[in-house]
């Protein structure tokens, strides 16, 4: 089982809290959090039907219990416990998403409810709530919380759809726009804790990170999955491999067919070869070898037939036969007195 990163019983400290409640007030708060035998937090409407009272009422019930809590004795007789939680908070960043910050701490749902609980109702602790652009969060220091937002929106802004970077990468630009914050938080642990706060930062299955609106992000289907897996592989690849690649690394079923299918639908792939597929980015020139062919000569002008193949070697994996066969053809090319080949017209 493992080791808790706090010494104290949540779920301990928490009943000692609720007896300072009335019995209607305490059992309000035991059905908002999740405290009891139901761990599914109920909302203020559902609260509300369940006592004949409006929403708005069970709020005021709520604040008050927790108002009632912080001036209780059993409060400041739980100050170990809130230090506790508010140097572990610290430790991970000073500024935590709050569902990894209890994943941390428990992966008991009944337990997370408890410290939650304690996060809610603790006075050092403060709650951003989740937004377009951020997930829910807590912290203690509202400059530091500021400092990590603004970094993060800096960093998203700077993105394009095509980026795709390794962590260290990300990191570094993060840590770009972070030049006030104190040394104890820049390490990559933390940073990376930090760019998980952003809803529109986020890292494929591969580990590799981008805006989340980009397909090499949130990947979406066979497409998005083979690009994923050329791009890795970083030279060109057959179709079958593609399609072994993506259940290996997504662990999502492609077959051999649908993904080929595929391959020739996206302007993002060109064949280079029998089956072999490389990445439009990386310079590769769609077509035919007819057509690379004339993007070459039309690019740098008469060549000779030695000159085009090792040209068209680059771009196509192709026996230099195939080559000398298109250029023979001449409704597309011609040679002249210096046997150097152009496009015809």
Avoid at 265 to 286: I, N
Avoid at 294 to 301: A, P, Q
Wanted: charge should be positive; glycine fraction near 6%.
């Amino acid at each position: 089982m493992p080791t808790s990163p706090v010494s104290f019983k949540p779920k301990q400290v928490v009943k000692r809290l609720l007896a300072s409640l009335p019995d209607r007030a305490r059992e309000i708060i035991v059905f908002r959090y999740g405290l009891g035998k139901e761990e599914k937090r109920m909302t203020l409407d559902a609260i509300g039907k369940k006592y004949g009272i409006t929403r708005e009422r069970v709020r005021q019930i709520e604040n008050y219990a927790l108002g009632v809590i912080r001036k209780s004795d059993e409060f400041k007789q739980e100050r170990a416990a809130f230090a506790e939680i508010e140097t572990l908070l610290h430790s991970l960043g000073g500024v935590v998403v709050e569902e990894d910050f209890l994943g941390h701490i428990s992966k008991e749902h009944g337990l997370q409810n408890h410290i939650h609980f304690l996060l809610s109702v603790g006075e050092p602790f403060k709650k951003r709530r989740e937004d377009d652009d951020f997930r829910h969060r807590w912290h203690v220091n509202e400059a530091l919380a500021k400092k990590v937002e603004d970094a993060l929106q800096k960093l998203y802004g700077n993105l394009s759809s095509e980026d795709l970077l390794p962590e260290s990468e990300m990191v570094n630009r993060l840590l770009q726009h972070l030049e006030e914050v104190s040394e104890r938080y820049k390490n990559q642990e933390i940073m990376r804790r930090w760019l998980s706060i952003s809803k529109k930062i986020g890292r494929n299955a591969l580990g590799e990170w981008g805006a989340t609106n980009s397909s090499n992000i949130h990947t979406k289907g066979v497409r998005d999955y083979a690009f994923l897996v050329i791009r890795k592989h970083g030279s060109p690849i057959h179709f079958r491999d593609v399609a072994a690649q993506i259940e290996k690394l997504f662990n999502k079923k492609a077959h051999v067919a649908t993904t080929h299918n595929e391959l020739i639908k996206d302007k993002r792939f060109v064949l280079v070869g029998r089956g072999l597929y490389a990445l439009a980015e990386w310079g590769y020139s769609p077509g035919i070898v007819r057509d690379v062919i004339k993007h070459i000569l039309e690019k740098s002008g008469p060549l000779t037939k030695d000159e085009i193949v090792a040209k068209v070697m680059k771009e196509r994996y192709v026996k230099e036969n195939t080559i000398a066969v298109n250029l023979q053809n001449p409704k597309y090319f011609k040679r002249d007195k210096d046997s150097k080949y152009s496009v015809l017209g």
